[in-house]
């Protein structure tokens, strides 16, 4: 048996969906997910529910089929990637306001979302050169690991600076063609959703996120690597695990060049450790 088998299915998904028995469902989803040993974590919230989970082929199938007699989790797209270890450290399942925090009532991507690029026409619109802005919705952590080339960075500290963040744009974006992106899609619903209400015109999301655009397109036009948000801390373009660790004093993700920085200590420090 080969020592790199990649046994362990890691899956994501996402729907915005109107919930109100919040309570029930936690402790239904929780004792199912430990009687499947799976690990990662589940939100449910009146606006519906977002997992990232990890387990066997088998257990993952039978979470699917579990979420699936509820006709409120059908048709869920899933993020499907392998790796040879569980990537969690534990399973909860959680209540939140909402499955991805922006703190504005007014947006509900089940009324108003842009609509979506596939990565095959990202890919092309790079390929043809056309005049389109590529912005990233995620947080400075994570662009620092890789982003698009060319891309808009708005070095958000959270996702709840992106209405701010992006009333600084020039007044020109207002009528360019502009497709935004995050890791697996969720954050772009909302995001997509301010903009146009900010008066931006022309406003697409990247449907399926970056790993979808690495699966169907080989990653090309992306620089460096993407954060994931469970042990493995990135991916590259092949959707292999990197190099990359984190800091478990403050959670950053660390490169193999910050490692071997004289800043970096494990379990004590690391470069940005000492600058905060």
Same mark, same amino acid.
């Given at each position: 048996?080969? *020592?790199?088998?990649?046994?362990?299915?890691?899956?994501?998904?996402?729907?915005?969906?109107?919930?109100?028995?919040?309570?029930?469902?936690?402790?239904?989803?929780?004792?199912?997910?430990?009687?499947?040993?799976?690990?990662?974590?589940?939100?449910?919230?009146?606006?519906?529910?977002?997992?990232?989970?990890?387990?066997?082929?088998?257990?993952?199938?039978?979470?699917?089929?579990?979420?699936?007699?509820?006709?409120?989790?059908?048709?869920?797209?899933?993020?499907?990637?392998?790796?040879?270890? @569980?990537?969690?450290?534990?399973?909860?399942?959680?209540?939140?306001?909402?499955?991805?925090?922006?703190?504005?009532?007014?947006?509900?991507?089940?009324?108003?979302?842009?609509?979506?690029?596939?990565?095959?026409?990202?890919?092309?619109?790079?390929?043809?050169?056309?005049? *389109?802005?590529?912005?990233?919705?995620?947080?400075?952590?994570?662009?620092? *690991?890789?982003?698009?080339?060319?891309?808009?960075?708005? @070095?958000?500290?959270?996702?709840?600076?992106?209405?701010?963040?992006?009333?600084?744009?020039?007044?020109?974006?207002?009528?360019?063609?502009?497709?935004?992106?995050?890791?697996?899609?969720?954050?772009?619903?909302?995001?997509?959703?301010?903009?146009?209400?900010?008066?931006?015109?022309? *406003?697409?999301?990247?449907?399926?996120?970056?790993?979808?655009?690495?699966?169907?397109?080989?990653?090309?036009?992306?620089?460096?690597?993407?954060?994931?948000?469970?042990?493995?801390?990135?991916?590259?373009?092949?959707?292999?695990?990197?190099?990359?660790?984190?800091?478990?004093?403050?959670?950053?993700?660390?490169?193999?060049?910050?490692?071997?920085?004289?800043?970096?200590?494990?379990?004590?420090?690391?470069?940005?450790?000492?600058?905060?």
């Amino acid at each position: 048996m080969s *020592v790199n088998k990649l046994d362990v299915l890691n899956i994501a998904g996402y729907k915005f969906e109107p919930l109100s028995d919040i309570d029930s469902l936690v402790q239904e989803f929780q004792l199912v997910c430990d009687d499947l040993k799976l690990k990662g974590s589940v939100y449910l919230s009146p606006n519906g529910i977002n997992f990232s989970l990890a387990g066997s082929e088998e257990a993952i199938e039978q979470y699917i089929h579990f979420i699936e007699q509820d006709r409120r989790f059908l048709d869920i797209p899933l993020k499907k990637t392998y790796s040879e270890t @569980q990537p969690f450290r534990r399973m909860k399942v959680r209540p939140k306001k909402e499955i991805i925090s922006l703190g504005r009532d007014d947006i509900n991507p089940r009324e108003l979302t842009g609509g979506y690029v596939t990565p095959k026409e990202l890919y092309a619109m790079y390929e043809n050169n056309e005049d *389109v802005i590529v912005l990233d919705t995620r947080n400075e952590y994570e662009t620092r *690991v890789g982003l698009f080339e060319n891309a808009v960075d708005l @070095q958000l500290d959270t996702f709840r600076d992106f209405p701010d963040a992006i009333e600084q744009l020039p007044e020109e974006y207002k009528d360019k063609q502009i497709v935004m992106y995050c890791t697996g899609g969720i954050r772009c619903e909302k995001a997509s959703a301010v903009m146009l209400k900010a008066g931006f015109s022309d *406003v697409k999301q990247l449907e399926g996120g970056v790993l979808d655009y690495f699966k169907e397109t080989g990653g090309k036009y992306w620089n460096g690597d993407c954060f994931v948000f469970d042990e493995r801390v990135a991916l590259d373009t092949g959707l292999n695990e990197t190099e990359y660790i984190y800091c478990y004093i403050c959670r950053e993700p660390l490169s193999a060049e910050e490692k071997a920085s004289p800043d970096f200590k494990i379990n004590e420090y690391c470069p940005y450790c000492i600058k905060k």
